[in-house]
């Protein structure tokens, strides 16, 4: 059994904890078995006061827990000082972490990130965390491999994600890890998952969490990882360890007909992330994406989604 634990601690919000044990437990009655189980941690066993005046009860102290992964949620936070406020109150807990065996897996989503790194449990590995923190996390822990335009980042001992349902794309990924394909399948077509944002029609298909097919989602992220200037074939190609025909083939089985053009609909689908979600200037969004310059983004955008990048930001900016 895959067990994980919840860590509760004063000021985080519990939502995305509590939405994590019903994601795992409808994998549980899906599969007819236990295949996970799930703990609610502190730094000790005992009440725990989250934020909203919601109180919830841990079960045992981090150090003793024993799992196999250990969720931080985010913490209720508008702006970096609290943030600050918060990480100088939590030494123990900052401890407590950076003490977990190296094997145990640690994810952090939202403002939770700023745990995550401040323990020193991200230091030489990639990352992402909610924008507004940015410029201070990268001041503050430059040693992170920051990777702000993605959403999600995984690595063999840890996970990040941005945004207050960060814990989703985590939890989900692991679940597509460890689940057979048509039991994941069952999951991300059945489950009842939050609302997602508005999103243009054309972007629609290219939601991560609908596709269901491993290789797909694997050739996604690559395109994702791959600065729109340098992205080719050949190099998606070499990516995926398949010749670029045979990588033709397989997209095309897999629904992504046309990789050029496939290829071309993600990156542009970033772009449209971070018009609604950020308020990133179009050059900087061009730059962190590798797009060669801010005109022919802003061209091929408008070929794509019908609309330019600030009618698109005037119309699902969050």
């Known amino acids: 059994m895959f067990e994980i634990g919840l860590l509760l601690y004063p000021g985080c919000m519990p939502a995305g904890l509590l939405a994590t044990v019903d994601l795992l437990q409808a994998a549980n009655r899906r599969s007819g078995r236990r295949l996970f189980g799930w703990r609610w941690l502190g730094v000790e066993a005992g009440p725990v006061a989250c934020a909203h005046g919601v109180t919830l009860q841990t079960d045992v102290a981090l150090a003793d827990a024993g799992c196999a992964a250990v969720l931080v949620a985010g913490m209720w936070a508008e702006s970096i000082a609290e943030v600050e406020q918060v990480l100088s109150e939590q030494q123990s807990l900052l401890r407590a972490l950076r003490a977990l065996p190296t094997a145990v897996q640690l994810w952090s989503y939202c403002t939770g990130v700023a745990l995550a790194a401040a323990s020193g449990r991200l230091d030489g590995h990639a990352a992402t965390a909610t924008w507004w923190m940015a410029p201070w996390q990268q001041q503050r822990h430059p040693q992170v491999d920051w990777q702000w335009q993605r959403t999600c ?37 059945l489950l009842v998952l939050p609302r997602p944002q508005p ?117 699902y900016q969050a």
């Open 153 to 189: 980042v995984f690595n063999l001992h840890n996970a990040s994600a941005s945004g207050a349902h960060g814990y989703l794309p985590i939890v989900s990924g692991m679940l597509e890890q460890k689940l057979p394909p048509e039991l994941w399948r069952d999951l991300a077509r």
């Open 199 to 315: 999103v243009a029609s054309v972007f629609q298909a290219l939601a991560l969490i609908g596709i269901a097919d491993p290789w797909l989602r694997r050739l996604r992220l690559a395109i994702e990882d791959c600065p729109a200037g340098a992205l080719t074939v050949a190099r998606l190609a070499e990516v995926m360890a398949v010749s670029p025909r045979t990588l033709a083939r397989k997209a095309a089985a897999a629904g992504a007909d046309g990789v050029g053009e496939y290829a071309r609909r993600v990156k542009l689908n970033q772009v449209a992330e971070q018009l609604a979600h950020t308020a990133l200037p179009l050059v900087r969004i061009a730059d962190a994406l590798g797009f060669a310059d801010e005109t022919s983004l802003r061209r091929a955008f408008r070929q794509v989604s019908g609309m330019t990048p600030a009618e698109y930001r005037r119309a």
